[in-house]
């Protein structure tokens, strides 16, 4: 037997199925090759590992899932009209146009045929000329060439009255998204008062320089209370706009009503944070806040969970910022990709100096977001924007709600790897400095928090990203910090803290 | 194992009547199944439960085509497999945007000065993350019947079934498969032996 064919029976002969003759072969071969028996060996061990692979845990609520799925995809027989609709009226368009059907139809029937159309479109608008149908052609010509675009606008629907020309041709799905970013929506989910009107602008647009960013760190809120953000004491300069600078937003109409304010179910929270080049103090003064005129800056905050967990977890963030708030604006969109969509928005009108609470109950609007074909990738990407003219920072957050394990985080994208580095070579040879870099350049570190991180005391951490300086606070406190795959989880530590001298060592 | 058999074929029965509530016992009894391979299919937890979502949709959907007295489970990792590959396909026709959370593709940090504990846990953790790359990148004719033998412990004819070959093809792909994953983890022949 040659090695070749013994490589082949390698699975079969693992499965039993060889017949007598064809094992005692097989086992003759590997006694006295090591390079199949080696082979088979590491075969043998990876299986092994493969079969030691526990089930992943199901996402509980499967089967209220699968139910709301069904009912959303009961109520949606047009969509499946129309789908067959549109080709079969374009094959008829197709076979009419073939056969010549508008060329022998007499021009002058169709010139004669036209006032009468547009009558029909006064009647059906309930407005114009509708009891009184033109006497000649000439002036139902007249009355054409006067009035028929406005009949013809009433018809097309109710178009947003400050909506863009033709927005009455939008496709269906176009105009649904619209219509979440539109002012129904808002009012619905009650906006108030409209923003300032620099607050479309973008991060990007903003000069470098007038951009201090102001970094949070996350602690744990009273009991049964919310995760809470302070603002540290230091002031690092943002290292470059990020890729996820906050998209323009159309200004909103004012609506009634404000947050929803149920009660927070998060028992851990992670903040990913940007960590920035620090700049001598009275640089940062000479630029001072952002102020109205200067633009809003933004807080984007990305509730990092998926979209079953946030239907059942009210988020509550507060922001605890050194600054007076005004006139902040919060918005919940859906995704980068999706910024015109508004899941849930509120305004925060003043606040007292050093607090900004935000209650998130986002459940209702995610829900009607998706109602089929719910894709929780792209409800995993919402972002939470707070826009305000006091509030100069940008931060990124990725909240892990009631229950979250460290799973539910975010992992880092592609997007943020650095070129260059392989796969392996991160993983084998990534420093710290690496990481930060690399996380920094897409917004910041993932951080998670255990349930019972002591709140008080994380703002005691250091501004910085530092990893011994951080690591030797969270000893201190009697917690650790674990770096995995780019996440940084603060954990309980299991034993005193380390020396801080081995902390910073890298294998590279 | 006969009382749940025929359990679970009054399930499929009421299925069938339109009852919901005995559907929603058929989505908890093979939830975590359906979740698991579609997890292993596509490689990604939120994508797998937006399959596993939409293949007990389809199952729904189709029960009443089910012919009673063949096995349901099989039916349904059919219908899941299916489910599966349409999506992949979707997917491979649009693929997702650069800042897509999709791929784990991230950093591996050294840990900071690991305790014992937490090395074992992070050690446990590569582990699977290692075989959950490399059974990823087989070709799906190969990752379906590897999945489905070795981490759902179906059979060669329950796989035959599922994937609609016959026997012959599936021990054939499963030996492919295995090969395809041995050559990927050997590197790792390490970090697999200490779990």
């Known amino acids: 037997m040659r090695c070749d064919d013994v490589i082949e029976l390698f699975s079969r002969y693992r499965d039993g199925e060889l017949a007598p003759a064809e094992r005692r072969a097989f086992e003759a071969h590997l006694e ?120 013809v606008r009433v018809i097309a629907g109710p178009a947003a009255p400050s909506g863009p020309p033709g927005a009455g041709e939008l496709s269906p799905r176009r105009a649904a998204k619209d219509e979440w970013a539109g002012a129904g929506r808002i009012a619905e989910s009650g906006a108030l008062g409209a923003p300032p009107p620099s607050a479309s602008r973008t991060l990007a ?41 906050v998209a323009p937003l159309a200004p909103t109409p004012a609506g009634p009503g404000g947050p929803g304010k149920e009660p927070a179910s998060s028992e851990a929270a992670a903040i990913r944070s940007v960590p920035g080049r620090a700049v001598p103090e009275e640089a940062a003064s000479d630029m001072g806040p952002a102020g109205p005129g200067r633009g809003p800056a933004s807080v984007t905050v990305t509730a990092g969970a998926s979209k079953h967990q946030l239907a059942f977890g009210n988020l509550t963030l507060q922001v605890n910022s050194d600054e007076a708030v005004d006139n902040a604006e919060v918005l919940l969109r859906a995704g980068r990709d999706k910024p015109e969509v508004v899941l849930w928005q509120g305004r925060l009108e003043k606040g007292p100096a050093n607090n900004l609470d935000v209650q998130l109950a986002p459940t209702a609007p995610l829900n009607a977001l998706q109602p089929e074909r719910a894709s929780t990738q792209e409800v995993a990407r919402q972002e939470l924007v707070i826009r305000g003219p006091h509030l100069n920072s940008q931060a990124y957050y990725v909240f892990a709600p009631s229950g979250a394990g460290s799973r539910q985080v975010a ?43 002591p709140a008080a005391q994380a703002t005691n951490l250091p501004a910085r990203a530092d990893q011994r300086a951080v690591e030797k606070a969270l000893g201190e406190m009697g917690y650790g910090l674990r770096a995995e795959r780019g996440a940084l989880t603060i954990e309980p530590a299991a034993r005193p803290a380390a020396p801080p001298g081995r902390a910073g060592r890298s294998r590279r | 194992m006969q009382d749940t058999l025929a359990a679970e074929n009054l399930l499929v029965e009421r299925c069938q009547q339109g009852d919901t509530v005995a559907f ?161 983890l050997e590197p790792h022949l390490e970090l697999l032996r200490s779990g």
């Open chain 1, 411 to 453: 992992p880092m994208s592609r997007a943020t790897a650095k070129p260059g580095h392989g796969k392996e070579g991160k993983r084998a040879g990534a420093t710290w400095d690496e990481v930060l870099q690399n996380v920094a350049s897409d917004a910041g570190v993932y951080v998670l928090a255990p349930a019972g991180f």
């Open chain 1, 205 to 245: 647009q903003k000069p470098k320089a007038a951009e201090p960013t102001r970094k949070y760190t996350v602690r744990e809120g009273e009991p049964g209370g919310a995760p809470s953000y302070r603002a540290p004491v230091e002031r690092p300069v943002s290292p470059a706009a990020p890729r996820s600078a």
């Open chain 2, 24 to 184: 929603d016992q058929l989505v908890e009894r093979h939830g975590e199944w359906v979740y698991n391979l579609a997890y292993r299919m596509v490689g990604d937890r939120d994508e797998a439960y937006d399959m596993a979502q939409e293949a007990f949709v389809r199952a729904f959907r189709a029960i009443k085509r089910f012919r009673r007295g063949s096995s349901f489970s099989t039916w349904l990792y059919r219908v899941t497999t299916n489910a599966c590959l349409d999506e992949i396909k979707r997917r491979r026709r649009r693929p997702a945007p650069a800042s897509s959370l999709l791929d784990a593709d991230g950093l591996y940090p050294d840990p900071p000065d690991p305790s014992p504990q937490v090395e074992d846990h992070v050690a446990s953790l590569e582990r699977r993350e290692v075989v959950r790359r490399a059974i990823a990148a087989l070709p799906l004719h190969h990752r379906l019947p590897l999945v489905l033998y070795e981490l759902q412990g179906c059979s060669y004819e329950e796989i035959a079934a599922i994937t609609g070959t016959n026997v012959g093809t599936v021990k054939s792909r499963l030996n492919r498969a295995r090969l395809a994953l041995k050559e990927a």
């Open chain 1, 32 to 151: 006295t090759c090591d390079r199949c028996r080696e082979g088979f060996a590491a075969l043998e061990s990876v299986l092994a590992g493969v079969c030691d692979l526990e089930p992943e845990p199901a996402p509980p609520g499967l089967a209220a899932a699968v139910r709301a799925r069904l009912e959303a995809r009961t109520d949606r027989p047009r969509a499946v009209l129309l789908r067959w609709a549109m080709p079969v009226a374009a094959a008829v368009l197709l076979v009419l146009i073939a056969f010549g059907v508008f060329q022998v139809m007499p021009e002058r029937a169709r010139l004669a045929q036209q006032p009468a159309l547009i009558t029909d479109r006064y009647t059906a608008a309930g407005e114009g000329p509708t009891a009184r149908p033109p006497s000649k052609p000439t002036e139902a010509a007249t009355e054409r060439g006067r009035e028929a675009k406005p009949g």
